[in-house]
């Protein structure tokens, strides 16, 4: 069954603490995207990544790290910098990069709480 | 950076037909038109997308006026399970997610 797995469903940080999101897709997807989502409002774009080894900042880049070693995963870690962490985090792909027709494919999301 | 104006909610009776309208007066010849749907705590799921023409598919019709200046998506009946935030979305390089239009269905 193909599709994005992201883990864990529910993650807590604790002041000063860095930690990882899972992204990973079995769609042979080139590009990866993470976004991330407050309440009521819409997505916004953190990073994303068009081919392996290569990523580039969104919107709201500052506070977030990536990774793309394999093809299949892009894992976001939020670091301590980031001090307004609580959000919904989403993890996204599409065939290409970022061309007009193409669709993205979301995962089911990761809620960060802060304790 | 182009933007789409949607109403932030609309209610529709099950069974019924509904239209969800998006603006994007500023809308260049290259954006695609996109819609995806959020169901709640999970993430959005692409319902459709054109560029000049109407376009349908299972889930649901997209009409483009013809100035493309506006587009309605149209589910023609709908479902408990249809409630969701509804996003527009011109698609060029980047796709930018607005607040959406929720849609709420009454049984």
């Known amino acids: 069954d193909g599709g994005i797995t992201q883990s864990p469903k529910y993650l807590f940080r604790k002041e000063g603490q860095n930690v990882t999101l899972s992204c990973e897709q079995n769609?042979?997807?080139?590009?990866m995207y993470w976004y991330r989502q407050d309440p009521g409002q819409g997505l916004r774009l953190i990073y994303y990544?068009?081919?392996?080894?290569?990523?580039q900042k969104g919107d709201i880049a500052e506070g977030y790290s990536v990774s793309r070693e394999k093809k299949e995963s892009f894992p976001l870690t939020v670091t301590s910098a980031q001090k307004n962490p609580t959000a919904f985090y989403l993890c996204?792909?599409?065939?290409?990069?970022?061309?007009?027709?193409?669709?993205?494919?979301f995962g089911a999301g990761t809620r960060l709480s802060v304790l | 950076d182009a933007k789409t104006t949607q109403p932030n909610s609309m209610e529709s009776n099950e069974e019924e037909p509904v239209h969800l309208p998006c603006n994007h007066s500023?809308?260049?010849?290259?954006?695609?038109i996109h819609w995806y749907r959020q169901l709640p705590s999970q993430g959005p799921e692409y319902v459709i997308h054109?560029?000049?023409s109407n376009v349908n598919n299972r889930m649901a019709s997209l009409a483009i006026a013809e100035d493309r200046k506006s587009s309605t998506l149209i589910l023609h009946r709908a479902t408990l399970r249809d409630a969701a935030v509804y996003y527009c979305?011109?698609?060029?390089?980047?796709?930018?997610f607005g607040a959406g239009t929720r849609l709420t269905v009454k049984p």
């Open positions: 979305i011109l698609r060029d390089y980047d796709m930018r």
């Open positions: 769609l042979n997807h080139d590009a």
């Open positions: 500023t809308i260049s010849g290259t954006d695609y």
């Open positions: 996204a792909s599409s065939i290409e990069g970022d061309t007009a027709k193409n669709i993205q494919y």
């Open positions: 054109g560029l000049t």
């Open positions: 990544s068009q081919i392996v080894n290569d990523f």
